[in-house]
């Protein structure tokens, strides 16, 4: 793994823009969606020290706890529910600067205070989402918005 990835100077955007040539370079050489899953949510949680980063895969009408870094989750969420539930039903990200202010949040972890939720996109399916959570309030932003989508093109 390139050391670059525990670096802890530079702006939010910098540390992106230089995770994201090593997420392509990773993820490029493996197929298996699952396993890059694995590696993305490594990498984005040991550059940004964040308090859980994983996936929730789409299996059979719920969403499905997928790989992670952090604690133990919840493992099913239903469409429409909490922040993953309603980023899959949308298909959008959702960024929720203060969780106790976002009706329906699920708290796997009492120690979350903001979460960002991206989806991923197959042939216009959501087929997953990314979903980061921070112990700090209004950590996510329209930059991680902007840097987490490019990674997740890359599944
Ligand atoms: N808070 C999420 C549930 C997943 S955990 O944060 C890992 C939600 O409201 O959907």
């Known amino acids: 793994m390139p050391e670059e990835l525990h670096m802890s ?3 939010k955007e910098e540390r992106y823009a230089g995770l994201l040539p ?7 050489s493996e197929s298996d969606p699952i396993a890059n899953m694995a590696n993305m949510a490594s990498m984005l949680h040991e550059t940004f020290g964040f308090w859980w980063t994983g996936f929730y895969r789409v299996v059979d009408g719920e969403l499905v706890l997928g790989p992670f870094q952090g604690p ?4 099913r969420i239903r469409r429409g529910k909490g922040v993953c539930g309603t980023a899959w039903e949308r298909g959008e990200t959702v960024v929720v600067p203060d969780v106790d202010k976002f009706p329906g949040h699920i708290a796997c972890s009492g120690e979350s205070r903001s979460e960002i939720v991206v989806p991923v996109v197959k042939e216009g399916e959501v087929v997953a989402v990314l979903d980061i959570d921070s112990r700090e309030l209004s950590t996510f932003d329209g930059v991680d918005r902007h840097w987490l989508e490019e990674a997740v093109a890359l599944l």
Do not use: M
């Open 22 to 28: 090593q997420l392509r370079a990773v993820l490029g």
């Open 72 to 75: 133990l989750a919840c493992t």
């Open 9 to 11: 100077g530079g702006s």
